[in-house]
C-alpha cells in the first residue's frame, strides 16, 4: 500500500520520510525515530591523561599517541642524562657515611729513587723514611691488587714528620695525580701540598682506581746539596 505523502514533521534519519510528531518508528522503514545525539569527540588533551581513559571516536588518538611517544623518549633522555648524576650523588652520600679504611699497593715503582730512598719508603708506615730524587719531575706508581673506591689521600711531605728534621730536604708543594680505572679510563687531579711537617689529608671520592701516579711539582728547600723528599704516601677505600 503507497505511503500518503500528507503527512508532516520530522524526517526519519534513514529515509527521510515525514513522520508524525511522537511517532516512535519510521512509517515507511521502521528506522527508530528520535535517536540519542552521539556526544561530540573529547578534545586531544582530555584523552593523554590518565591513559586508561575511554576514547570516544574521533577524539584525536593520533595526536594522543604521539604525546605519549614524546613522554617517552623525553623520559629515556633524562634517564640517560640523569642517572650518572644520581649515581655520583649517591656514592658521595656513602662516602659522608662510611669511615675511611687504609689499604696497601701491591706495587711501587717510580722513575727515579737516589740511593738509600727507595720509593717503597712512602709505603713503610714510617714517616721518618722518605723517598728521596733530585728534583721535580719525578714520578711514583701505586699499583693495587683489585679496583676500588678511592675515598681519601694523606700525604706527609718532606723528609720526616718532625719539624726540627723537616727542613732538611726540599719538597714538592704540588703533586699532579693521574688515576687509572679498572676499565682503562684515567682521571686526573691537582693537589697543593702545605710546607709543613705532618699528615696533609686529601678528599677523593674515585670509583674503580687501579693505579695511582704522583709527579712531583713545585719543589722548596733546594739547594745547597739538598735533594727532594716524600715520606709517606697513605691510600684510603671506604669502609
Not at 640517560?80 to 679504611?101: C, F
Not at 709543613?196 to 712531583?216: H, N
Request: aromatic share 8%; proline share 10%.
Amino acid at each position: 500500500m503507497p505511503v500518503p505523502d500528507e503527512v508532516t514533521g520530522p524526517p526519519c534519519p534513514s529515509c527521510g520520510t515525514p513522520n508524525p510528531v511522537g511517532r516512535r518508528f519510521c512509517r515507511r522503514c521502521a528506522t527508530p525515530l528520535n535517536q540519542a545525539a552521539k556526544p561530540a569527540p573529547l578534545p586531544w588533551w582530555r584523552t593523554v591523561w590518565p591513559f586508561r581513559r575511554r576514547v570516544r571516536a574521533s577524539s584525536g588518538r593520533g595526536v594522543r599517541l604521539l604525546v605519549v611517544l614524546a613522554l617517552v623518549a623525553g623520559l629515556a633522555v633524562a634517564g640517560v642524562l640523569l642517572v650518572p648524576a644520581g649515581r655520583a650523588l649517591y656514592e658521595d652520600v656513602r662516602d659522608k657515611t662510611s669511615k675511611p679504611r687504609a689499604i696497601t699497593p701491591v706495587s711501587v715503582e717510580a722513575s727515579e729513587e737516589l740511593p738509600g730512598y727507595p720509593a717503597a719508603n712512602t709505603m713503610d708506615g714510617l714517616s721518618n723514611r722518605y723517598w728521596g730524587v733530585s728534583g721535580p719531575g719525578a714520578e711514583v706508581t701505586y699499583t693495587f691488587g683489585k679496583p676500588f673506591r678511592l675515598f681519601e689521600l694523606s700525604v706527609f711531605n718532606g723528609p720526616s714528620k718532625k719539624a726540627q728534621e723537616y727542613a732538611r730536604q726540599g719538597r714538592a708543594l704540588e703533586l699532579k695525580l693521574e688515576i687509572t680505572r679498572g676499565d682503562g679510563g684515567t682521571e686526573h687531579r691537582r693537589i697543593t701540598l702545605s710546607d709543613k711537617p705532618g699528615a696533609q689529608y686529601f678528599p677523593m671520592g674515585i670509583s674503580d682506581v687501579r693505579t695511582v701516579r704522583l709527579v712531583l711539582g713545585s719543589p722548596v728547600g733546594l739547594g745547597g746539596g739538598r735533594h727532594l723528599a716524600l715520606a709517606e704516601v697513605e691510600f684510603f677505600e671506604r669502609g
